[in-house]
């Protein structure tokens, strides 16, 4: 039979999941106590939890929950290959333990990659707005170079490559 000190990176990863699943709550139309895993909850906290404000963050999370996640599924091929090779069943409690570490550690990930899909556009509008006040900026100056017969052929010439390009790419 598999134990405990066969996984310990994944015990490791599971010790509050444990915790979390051994909450006692009332069940509904009873005055008994019943153990549960109060998915609901356990899904709206993990929901809730502080997702990076940077897309480098949201990176080193991600790339640190596929590490995660390929372990787990490492754990979970070896103990179900010691199983086979051994002929024994599996240890359901810990099997279902490692699928709902590894379900949430996909969601956390789902909801990180939505995160940096946020981020990315801003970083890139950030960017596009820094080029149009360069833009300007160097109209500005140019304008104050410039007299206005030279100023007026220069935008000529402006509008003939714009033109041309819209024309040639479009």
Do not use: Y
Not at 114 to 138: G, Q, V, Y
């Amino acid at each position: 039979m598999l134990q405990r000190e066969d996984f310990p990176s994944l015990d490791r990863l599971l010790r509050p999941l444990r915790q979390w699943l051994r909450l006692s709550v009332v069940c509904p139309g009873s005055a008994n106590l019943k153990e549960t895993t109060a998915m609901t909850e356990l899904h709206s906290q993990s929901a809730t939890a502080a997702l990076p404000d940077t897309p480098e963050g949201c990176r080193a999370r991600l790339a640190t929950l596929q590490s995660e996640i390929a372990a787990i599924r490492v754990q979970i091929a070896t103990a179900d290959l010691r199983r086979q090779a051994h002929k024994q069943a599996l240890d359901a409690e810990w099997f279902h333990r490692a699928k709902t570490a590894l379900r949430m550690k996909r969601e956390e990930s789902a909801r990180l990659s939505a995160r940096l899909i946020e981020l990315t556009p801003k970083a890139l509008s950030s960017r596009a707005s820094s080029r149009e006040r360069f833009k300007d900026a160097l109209i500005e100056a140019m304008r104050a170079e410039c007299d206005d017969a030279r100023w007026a052929a220069l935008l000529q010439r402006a509008r003939l490559l714009h033109d041309h390009q819209e024309v040639t790419h479009g």
